[in-house]
């Protein structure tokens, strides 16, 4: 392995340790953010849409199915949550209610 | 020309060996040197000396540190700035860890408003410190190596 062939993958190896560290301080603040579990749906599909555009270059060329799958889980846990919330309003209003009602009288 | 002595045919020779002018003729020392064995061994010493205080070299100092400077300034700034950070992150941890202890007050009123409060903090924090993390970054560790 020459001098150069060291240098590139130094540099391959630091790119993957910096998203590793971006990525653990980004999911350590959504550890803190709840709002149903979307959080995690939409830190999945911005980091996937981080990876799979084409600027900054070179684009991404291994892994591309990692990020177009982490986008379209993302994406679909969002929507699973979303309709059953549209489908079940009139439950979940109720049961908010009954909570509510429960905490007043406390 | 009346010929000369062997300590004007010597002090001759290291003078042009020095590389002034002879003031003698090249040409008379020539013919005394072909005479006088002990010149022609002096003036091989003398060859030889002079070989070897050429061959030497002056030093030529390397007044030019910066190439071994710049890069010790550089980590130690570095490390000063990752210092720095670190400070910001524990008052980021603590803002956050209050947060969470705040949600758990079971007497708390439902707020959605309550529940942006860490990104706002998250938001704020990177406004601080000049930092975008979901961009790509092309300089990223290029000043620290």
């Known amino acids: 392995m020459n001098t150069n062939d060291i240098e590139v993958q130094t540099r391959v190896v630091l790119g993957q340790k910096y998203a590793f560290a971006t990525a653990a301080l980004i999911l350590g603040i959504a550890s803190f953010i709840n709002f149903l579990g979307m959080e995690k749906g939409v830190l999945a599909i911005v980091f996937a849409w981080l990876a799979l555009r084409s600027k900054p270059a070179p684009e991404l060329r291994d892994r591309r199915v990692w990020g177009k799958a982490g986008m379209i889980l993302g994406a679909l846990q969002i929507v699973l949550i979303v309709t059953v919330l549209a489908l079940n309003f009139d439950r979940i209003s109720a049961v908010l209610d009954a909570l509510m009602k429960l905490q007043e009288g406390k | ?145």
């Open chain 2, 1 to 145: 020309m009346s010929e000369p002595t062997c300590q004007i045919v010597i002090m001759e020779l290291m003078a042009t060996g020095d590389g002034r002018p002879p003031s003698v003729p090249i040409e008379v020392i020539n013919a005394h040197l072909a005479s006088c064995a002990a010149c022609r061994e002096e003036a091989r010493e003398l060859e030889g000396l002079g070989g070897l205080l050429d061959a030497q070299r002056r030093q030529i100092p390397s007044d030019d540190l910066w190439p071994m400077i710049a890069p010790r300034l550089k980590s130690k700034k570095a490390a000063a700035g990752e210092k720095t950070t670190l400070y910001y992150f524990i008052l980021f941890g603590a803002s956050l860890a209050l947060y969470k202890l705040l949600e758990l007050i079971p007497e708390r009123r439902i707020d959605v408003a309550f529940k942006l409060i860490p990104i706002i903090i998250a938001v704020s924090l990177f406004a601080f410190l000049k930092e975008n993390p979901f961009k790509i970054n092309p300089r990223l560790g290029a000043d620290t190596e």
